[in-house]
């Protein structure tokens, strides 16, 4: 059995996407039905069996279109919530609070974004979060919501023997998140990209054995594009009507694609202090420039089963549904964003929590394995 993702990535995905896809004129063909060779049924008989099928198909249609109604069918902060995630994301692996080392360093590891309609103040203050976001969407009918996540590696190297004090980075990344997702939900990211980091002013040891380090300041950029597609098929409730002439069961399900693509230009200055030979502590300011669209569709399929004690008649056309909703929008062009970050370094090996908040309510925070020498 597949694992969820960490901090519940899919609940999230499915609750955002779902909640915020309605007011949707869901479409349906009800099955229709003929008569049997030899059953001496006339046209007319088959017609009105056939109208009162169809008449009974739409009542169901309009119990469907209830469970998803009020809510605009083109969530436009949605949509571009899911890209600017996408660049919150997309700085994973950063060996940005590590800056000065001699000759390379080499970083790995996981990072999540999000936007949400609150601050992470107002969520960790308030017990009724979950009652209070969905009485925003119903008064709403949209937010700025969105989330994402990458799996990064990075390599660094210092190229002062070109330009003093100039490191260059390559990062690639991959998250295979359908292994840790259920049959009905998919999540995919790739990344790749390039990092420059100048060090405008040099470490320098402010106490003796090396007990306070301080790491000067660096001003930090690149250019990084990440790809990722996300997924969920959720059913609806299952609908039974019918009459003495039929029984009729819709069973249906919509289905939501999200196809994100994002370049992100990070523009950053950062500096950070090593106390006791091993805790690092880190602040910066910055802006993420983003680029890019986010885009969602929606979809409906249905198992639509009509049948009918009647041995002279037989199905000729199933049943069917149909939805279009979504939209396409870009990210948010300037995203400016407070770094902070916390690690451990022994010798050349350091673990790191980068964590960046987002003016607009928007968060990202990793987990960084890495060596420098």
Do not use: C
């Amino acid at each position: 059995m597949k694992r969820m993702l960490p901090i519940g990535l899919p609940i999230l995905m499915s609750t955002l996407i779902l909640s915020n896809l309605g007011a949707i004129d869901i479409t349906g063909t009800a099955p229709v039905f003929g008569a049997n060779q030899g059953s001496g049924l006339s046209q007319t008989q088959m017609d009105t069996f056939n109208a009162e099928l169809g008449t009974t198909f739409n009542n169901a249609l309009n119990q469907i279109r209830d469970q998803i109604k009020d809510i605009d069918s083109k969530p436009e902060k949605v949509i571009r919530g899911f890209g600017n995630a996408s660049v919150y994301a997309s700085t994973g692996a950063t060996l940005r609070n590590y800056a000065g080392y001699k000759l390379f360093g080499v970083a790995l590891g996981p990072m999540f974004g999000a936007q949400l309609p609150y601050s992470i103040f107002d969520i960790l203050g308030n017990p009724d979060i979950g009652s209070d976001v969905m009485k925003k969407l119903k008064d709403e009918n949209d937010m700025a919501a969105g989330i994402n996540a990458g799996l990064n590696l990075q390599f660094g190297l210092n190229m002062s023997f070109l330009v003093k004090n100039l490191y260059l980075g390559l990062k690639a990344g991959y998250f295979p998140g359908n292994a840790f997702l259920p049959d009905n939900m998919k999540f995919t990211t790739f990344s790749i990209g390039a990092t420059v980091s100048y060090q405008f002013l040099p470490r320098r040891q402010l106490l003796p054995a090396n007990l306070l380090l301080w790491r000067g300041v660096s001003f930090n950029s690149g250019v990084i594009y990440q790809g990722t597609n996300m997924g969920i098929e959720m059913p609806l409730d299952k609908v039974t009507e019918g009459s003495s002439n039929f029984d009729l069961t819709i069973d249906p399900k919509v289905a939501l694609n999200i196809d994100v693509h994002t370049v992100t230009i990070p523009l950053e200055a950062v500096t950070s202090i090593r106390l006791l030979w091993f805790l690092n502590l880190a602040v910066g300011l910055g802006v993420d420039v983003g680029f890019g669209s986010s885009n969602i569709e929606g979809s409906a399929t249905a198992e639509i089963k009509a049948t009918s004690s009647n041995t002279q008649i037989r199905q000729d056309q199933a049943g069917s549904l149909s939805l279009s909703a979504g939209g396409k929008e870009g990210p948010s062009l300037f995203n400016p964003k407070l770094l902070l970050g916390l690690g451990l370094s022994i010798g050349p090996v350091l673990i790191d929590f980068p964590i960046t908040f987002y003016l607009d309510n928007g968060y990202s925070i990793g987990v960084t394995l890495g060596v420098n020498f």
